[in-house]
C-alpha cells in the first residue's frame, strides 16, 4: 500500500510539472506575443509616401546644451526644462527620394538613390510635403525629444556608430538606416542630413516650457542635426543651425510628424 501511494504521488508530482512547465511556456509565449503587438503598435506605414513613422510618447525632458557637453554652442542655452503633453508620430528615417518622388513626382538631391535622404530641400519644400502626406513638420522641441531617445547625454552612443558625418561620411549622404538607431528605434537623427523643424530660429529662455512651438515670427527657420558635411561636433542631440548659411550644397532634408 505504501509503494502504490508512493508511486501516485511521483505520478501526480510529474503531472504538476508538466502542467507548471505548459503554464510558463504559455506565459512566455503571451508575453512575446504581447511584446511584438506593442512594437507593431508603435510604428505605422503612412500610404501616401510609403515611409515608417515612429510613436514617441508624451514626457519631459531638459531641451539644450546637455550636461559636461563642452561643444555647445550659446544658442544651445540656456537648458530648459521641456514637457511635451501629446504622444506624436515622427519619421523613422529622413524622408527617402523614393518617398519624396513619390509624393511630389521630382527629385532635387544631388546625391541620388531610392534609399538616400532627399536633400536640397528648401524649408516650404518640406513644409509642402508634409501636408500633402498629412502630416507636418515636427517643432523644434518634439524634434530634439525623438532625437535624444530619453538619453541625457550630448549623444545616445558613439559618434561613429549612429551618424554620418565629415570624417565617416566619404563626401556624402548614405542609405538611410544603416547605422545605430536610439531607443526610439529612430535613425539618422544626429547625421546624414540636417533636417528642417516648423521653428522660427530664435534664442532659448531659461524658464520651463510646455509644447513650445519657437518664436511666432523671424528670419531664417531652424535646421536640426549634424549632415553629412558637417563635423562630428555638429552630430549632438542640442545642435541646431539656420538656414542662413553654415551647411553644405546639399545637406537640408526633413522628416514629418503628427500627432
Same mark, same amino acid.
Given at each position: 500500500? /505504501?509503494?502504490?501511494?508512493? #508511486? ?37 506605414? *503612412? ?11 508624451? /514626457? $519631459? ?18 537648458? #530648459? ?52 502626406v498629412q502630416m507636418r513638420l515636427p517643432t523644434e522641441a518634439e524634434w530634439e525629444f525623438a532625437a535624444r531617445g530619453s538619453?541625457?547625454? $550630448?549623444?545616445?552612443?558613439?559618434? *561613429? ?7 565617416? =561620411?566619404?563626401?556624402?549622404? #548614405? ?15 544626429? /547625421? ?5 523643424? =516648423? ?27 549634424? $549632415? ?14 539656420? *538656414? !542662413?548659411?553654415?551647411? !553644405? ?11
Amino acid at each position: 500500500m /505504501g509503494a502504490r501511494h508512493l #508511486h501516485a504521488c511521483m505520478t501526480q508530482a510529474r503531472l504538476w510539472l508538466l502542467i507548471v512547465a505548459i503554464l510558463i511556456a504559455v506565459l512566455a509565449w503571451w508575453g512575446a506575443e504581447l511584446s511584438r503587438v506593442a512594437a507593431q503598435e508603435r510604428t505605422k506605414v *503612412n500610404p501616401g509616401d510609403g515611409l515608417t513613422y515612429v510613436w514617441i510618447s508624451p /514626457g $519631459s525632458f531638459r531641451m539644450g546644451c546637455s550636461p559636461a557637453d563642452s561643444e555647445c554652442a550659446e544658442d544651445e542655452k540656456p537648458a #530648459h526644462a521641456v514637457t511635451i503633453t501629446k504622444g506624436f508620430w515622427i519619421g523613422q528615417t529622413p524622408v527617402t527620394q523614393a518617398g519624396y518622388g513619390k509624393v511630389v513626382g521630382a527629385n532635387p538631391s544631388t546625391y541620388h538613390g531610392a534609399q538616400l535622404p532627399v536633400e536640397e530641400v528648401t524649408w516650404d519644400d518640406a513644409k509642402s510635403y508634409c501636408d500633402r502626406v498629412q502630416m507636418r513638420l515636427p517643432t523644434e522641441a518634439e524634434w530634439e525629444f525623438a532625437a535624444r531617445g530619453s538619453a541625457t547625454g $550630448s549623444r545616445y552612443g558613439p559618434a *561613429n556608430r549612429i551618424a554620418w558625418y565629415s570624417d565617416n =561620411a566619404q563626401s556624402m549622404t #548614405h542609405e538611410v538606416a544603416q547605422k545605430q538607431p536610439n531607443a526610439y528605434g529612430v535613425y539618422d537623427m544626429l /547625421g546624414n542630413v540636417r533636417e528642417w523643424v =516648423a521653428d522660427w530660429y530664435g534664442p532659448y529662455g531659461a524658464a520651463p516650457a510646455v509644447d513650445p512651438k519657437g518664436p511666432s515670427t523671424g528670419q531664417y527657420r531652424v535646421g536640426r542635426g549634424g $549632415s553629412w558635411y558637417d563635423s562630428e561636433e555638429i552630430a549632438r542631440a542640442s545642435s541646431r543651425s539656420t *538656414n !542662413g548659411g553654415g551647411c !553644405g550644397p546639399a545637406c537640408h532634408g526633413f522628416r514629418c510628424a503628427a500627432n
